[in-house]
């Protein structure tokens, strides 16, 4: 038991805090930290008269803590477990965590905006816009994502021989893949002269049968990369990319 109260002063120690001004300090509210100590992560330094939970700042470093790492996307019960770690090791591994999770909405968010054109183009085009032609529409374009990801995951890419890639090779790769996304998030459509220039690169660099065959190697010779956490933002990204182009090449007769 702590004395609230300066015998002298009468006044509250200015070392501690009520849980109404920690509240204030950190911009939580009362219930939040309330529950948190149910939860066994935040208790009260020590309870003054009349049973008054009184707060030091080393109790306010916890709260910026908690708050910091649900922030972070970590659950309660995770900030518990990890409470004993380096503060290094668990910013670390917090950060990693959310990256991925953030990462992998990205690669939802893009793969949506990727049939959300597709659809916009069949629309304009004045297709069949009836719900099942729509559904249709919709279903192969899921298809089509799907079989993209098993082949550039190595799981049926045939027996397509695996090229050397040059520095050069891969660059130009890399940029290609760039400036696909950027257009893809700007919306572009398949059928915009901005996807045409694109598919040209695409098939100047040997099209989707290299594209499949070297990532593949790429992936096989990676311990981190695509296969790490499954259908994550790289493999993602890569499958959309490649759909997107495959489509473009088709609409102006490249191939």
């Known amino acids: 038991m702590c004395k609230p109260i300066?015998?002298?002063?009468?006044?509250?120690?200015?070392?501690?805090?009520?849980?109404?001004?920690?509240?204030?300090?950190?911009?939580?509210?009362?219930?939040?930290?309330?529950y948190y100590d149910q939860r066994g992560l935040l208790h009260p330094t020590c309870k003054g008269e009349q049973n008054l939970r009184l707060y030091s700042k080393a109790?306010?470093?916890r709260l910026y803590r908690i708050v910091t790492l649900k922030y972070l996307g970590l659950s309660l019960s995770e900030i518990q477990q990890s409470e004993n770690?380096?503060?290094?090791?668990?910013?670390?591994?917090?950060?990693?965590?959310?990256?991925?999770?953030l990462e992998q909405k990205s690669?939802?968010?893009?793969?949506?905006?990727?049939?959300?054109?597709?659809?916009?183009?069949?629309?304009?085009?004045?297709?069949?816009t009836g719900w099942q032609a729509l559904a249709e529409a919709v279903g192969a374009a899921k298809e089509r994502e799907s079989t993209?990801?098993?082949?550039?995951?190595?799981?049926?890419?045939?027996?397509?021989?695996?090229?050397?890639?040059?520095?050069?090779?891969?660059?130009?790769?890399?940029?290609?893949?760039?400036?696909?996304?950027?257009a893809m998030h700007d919306g572009v459509l398949v059928s915009d002269e901005r996807a045409r220039q694109l598919a040209i690169r695409f098939s100047a660099l040997g099209g989707m049968s290299h594209a499949l065959a070297g990532l593949k190697r790429l992936a096989n010779q990676r311990k981190t990369g695509?296969?790490?956490?499954?259908?994550?933002?790289?493999a993602g990204i890569q499958r959309r990319t490649l759909s997107f182009l495959q489509d473009a090449l088709a609409y102006f007769d490249l191939e």
């Open 59 to 61: 109790d306010e470093e």
């Open 226 to 234: 695509p296969k790490q956490y499954g259908r994550d933002f790289y």
């Open 148 to 182: 993209l990801w098993f082949a550039i995951a190595g799981e049926s890419s045939g027996n397509a021989p695996v090229p050397e890639l040059s520095k050069d090779d891969i660059r130009a790769w890399h940029e290609l893949m760039g400036d696909t996304i950027e």
């Open 85 to 101: 770690q380096e503060v290094q090791e668990e910013l670390t591994a917090a950060l990693s965590k959310r990256e991925r999770e």
């Open 6 to 34: 300066d015998q002298d002063s009468k006044e509250p120690d200015r070392n501690l805090m009520t849980v109404g001004e920690l509240a204030a300090r950190v911009g939580v509210t009362v219930r939040t930290i309330q």
């Open 107 to 128: 690669a939802d968010i893009l793969r949506e905006v990727n049939t959300l054109n597709e659809l916009k183009s069949h629309v304009e085009s004045g297709e069949d």
